[in-house]
């Protein structure tokens, strides 16, 4: 399925950024976002459960409808494209997974060097009201730990870092800082915020020095994240796209793999590197 003078440059590869989207987890059982029928968005609207607004207006809605998320998210198990992701490792020198996904599944496949574009969603963090911030009259004080605006500055001094570890999203009312009463909600991003800047500058880097991107699972409809393939073509990286549909990506490709991850990245990394525990010459 890929031509012998292609599977030749992708044996040379020294460093490949493998960049992945809802697609990726789909054959785990997480639906994507904008798949019509089964698609998250199309049950709901993302301004209504994805934003910083909507946690401010209603912050139990926000915390079900993400608990909900979780459940199929705990479900899940990595799937055989996963599995296939990490085992680039054991060909390529440098193997860098840059996610937008909150699920978790390519290290629980084993994928070591993960940038999680999009936050994950087992983690919990302090909602910081942007705008409540700006519109108080005192400075706010940071909650050690939180790190959120503590919402009172009587601090319970006795509340420790293994107490915030234990909250989880689970169902239930929304938690709160042990510590300073900050309302806690999943560590992803939402619209409308940044994304980490660290982050997002190691992903721009590692896209534009590696010598092959595969692109997997993503529409490609969500900025910055969506830039990085073109970023890897306009440094002449190689570019393998695995996507059932064809996306703004796939003419500019040197390959497009049409079907499922968990279906065609097994025999991709097969074909072009050779069989599981053996080093393809
Ligand atoms: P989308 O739902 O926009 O796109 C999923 C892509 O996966 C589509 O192109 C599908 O054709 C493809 N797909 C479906 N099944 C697949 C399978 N089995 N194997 C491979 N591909 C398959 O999801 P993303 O592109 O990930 O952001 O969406 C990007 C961001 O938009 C998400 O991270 C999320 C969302 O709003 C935030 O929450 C910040």
Redesign the pocket.
């Known amino acids: 399925m890929i031509a012998p003078e292609l599977q030749e440059r992708l044996r040379a590869v020294k460093h490949c950024v493998v960049f992945?989207?809802?697609?990726?987890s789909?054959?785990s059982g997480i639906p994507?976002?904008?798949?019509r029928a089964q698609?998250?968005?199309a049950k709901v609207d993302?301004a209504e459960v994805?934003t910083p607004y909507a946690f401010r207006k209603n912050p139990q809605f926000v915390w079900d409808w993400h608990v909900h998320l979780a459940d199929a998210v705990r479900r899940a198990r990595p799937n055989d494209?996963h599995a296939a992701v990490a085992r680039l490792q054991q060909f390529i020198p440098r193997v860098t997974v840059i996610t937008?996904?909150?699920d978790n599944l390519h290290q629980a496949a084993g994928s070591r060097n993960v940038i999680e574009?999009?936050?994950n969603l087992m983690r919990l963090k302090a909602f910081v009201d942007v705008d409540e911030l700006f519109n108080g009259d005192a400075s706010p004080l940071i909650c050690r730990l939180c790190n959120g605006y503590a919402v009172s500055d009587e601090l319970d001094r006795y509340a420790g870092p293994e107490d915030l570890a234990a909250i989880e999203l689970k169902a239930g009312s929304v938690p709160r800082c042990p510590a300073c009463g900050a309302l806690l909600r999943p560590d992803?991003?939402?619209?409308g915020e940044p994304l980490h800047p660290g982050m997002l500058e190691d992903a721009f880097l590692a896209a534009e020095t590696c010598d092959a991107l595969i692109c997997?699972?993503?529409?490609?409809?969500?900025e910055p994240?969506?830039s990085l393939p073109w970023r890897a073509i306009n440094r002449g990286a190689l570019v393998i796209e695995?996507?059932?549909?064809p996306?703004p990506l796939s003419l500019a490709a040197n390959a497009r793999l049409a079907?499922?991850?968990?279906?065609?990245l097994p025999h991709f990394v097969s074909s072009v590197w050779g069989s599981p525990g053996r080093r393809s010459l």
């Open positions: 992945t989207g809802a697609g990726m789909a054959e994507t976002f904008r798949d698609g998250l968005w993302p994805a494209g937008q996904n909150i574009l999009h936050g992803v991003v939402w619209f997997i699972g993503t529409s490609l409809e969500v994240a969506a695995v996507n059932p549909v996306t079907g499922g991850a968990g279906e065609v």
